[in-house]
């Protein structure tokens, strides 16, 4: 049990740090829009996956995954820096479709609710 919330914390401490060094030092145009939004450490500390949106896309260009693929090694480095851990776990990045699902949704529901304030108004 202890291991998991030591991986829940770590998980926490490198999203925050690659979400710190994306926005702030990471100069590659194609990863410009990228958001963070979770990170799943194992137990053992030796894998992170790493999940991402491009803002305003539903999808993932294949040039997003190029920029992260190239990135990866330099974010490894920074976060062997910053984080005090004796490996730095190796870093995985996965497309998140909660978020295209999440905003899918949320425009069926808008589009809902104006068909039904149109239907009020005629009646």
């Known amino acids: 049990m202890n291991s998991f919330k030591r991986a829940d914390r770590v998980a926490d401490l490198i999203k925050m740090e690659i979400s710190d060094l994306l926005l702030k030092q990471v100069r590659d145009p194609r990863i410009g829009s990228v958001t963070i939004t979770g990170v799943k450490v194992t137990d053992d ?61 949320e425009k069926l529901l808008s589009e809902i609710h104006r068909e039904e304030e149109a239907h009020a108004s005629e009646d």
């Open 45 to 105: 500390l030796r894998a992170a996956r790493v999940f991402f949106v491009e803002l305003g896309k539903d999808q993932c260009s294949e040039e997003v995954r190029t920029g992260l693929a190239r990135a990866t090694g330099f974010l490894r480095r920074e976060l062997g820096g910053r984080l005090r851990l004796r490996s730095v776990p190796e870093l995985v990045f996965s497309y998140d479709p909660s978020f295209a699902y999440g905003n899918r949704i």
